[in-house]
């Protein structure tokens, strides 16, 4: 139950594009297409955006989108707004309703 | 509108013990899988137990086996984490996320609490 890895920071312009990488195993990421990204801003819950690797759920801008290649999952955000700045979290499934979470990415919009 | 409310967080020394509440409101808690998630001061989310919608299946992160247990109430629509032999390491905001497989959002979260806090010190 080893953490995904992503990058501790990440940033992007004002209407810039910017991508976010979750680098995992065969055992979660590589294995399944169950990939999930959260947005968390400073003292609130994370909210879901991206499931099973590319789906959005109703609601999220179609700014945001998500890809997977190998054991290596990116977020990607088009169009950078200012509320887009928060911390972004993968997520993947890792058998036998178990999950495992990356460590997060800090996102700043300049 | 869909809503869960975490309860129960709060002081305890180590090796003390606490349960935690989540109660839900705007659906059936046990029409759903549901989930414990944490996320220690400044750090990353870390998951850490599951059940399943029959009670049957029920898993642990290996940092909490043996010493956390997830339960339900169907009767309240609530879910509890009774949390045991309590470390330092288990400071954190506590959450409790509901799985969205039943509406389509398999393996992700799609509704969380705000979180209730426990602190692990003597």
């Known amino acids: 139950q080893s953490a995904l890895t992503q990058p501790p920071s990440a940033s992007g312009s004002l209407g810039q594009s910017v991508t976010i990488s979750c680098t995992g195993t065969s055992n979660d990421v590589g294995g399944y297409n169950f990939v999930s990204w959260y947005q968390q801003h400073p003292g609130k819950a994370p909210k879901l955006m991206i499931y099973?690797?590319?789906k959005r759920p109703s609601g999220v801008p179609d700014r945001f989108s998500g890809s997977k290649s190998g054991n290596t999952a990116s977020l990607t955000v088009s169009g950078l707004q200012p509320e887009d700045e928060a911390d972004y979290y993968c997520?993947?499934?890792?058998?036998?309703?178990?999950?495992?979470f990356g460590g997060g990415t800090k996102l700043t919009v300049l | 509108e869909v809503q869960l409310v975490e309860s129960g967080g709060g002081l305890a020394q180590p090796g003390g013990s606490l349960r935690l509440s989540c109660a839900a409101s705007?659906?059936?808690?046990?029409?759903?899988?549901m989930t414990w998630v944490r996320q220690a001061p400044g750090k990353g989310l870390e998951w850490v137990s599951y059940i399943s919608i029959s009670g049957r299946t029920i898993n642990y992160a290996d940092s909490v086996k043996g010493r956390f247990t997830i339960s339900r109430d169907e009767a309240k629509n609530s879910l509890y984490l009774q949390m045991n032999s309590l470390r330092g390491e288990d400071t954190a905001i506590y959450y409790c996320a509901r799985d969205g497989g039943r509406d389509g959002y398999h393996w992700a979260f799609d509704y969380w609490g705000q979180g209730t806090l426990v602190t692990v010190s003597s």
């Open positions: 099973e690797v590319t």
């Open positions: 997520n993947s499934a890792a058998g036998s309703s178990t999950w495992v």
């Open positions: 705007g659906f059936t808690l046990s029409d759903y899988e």
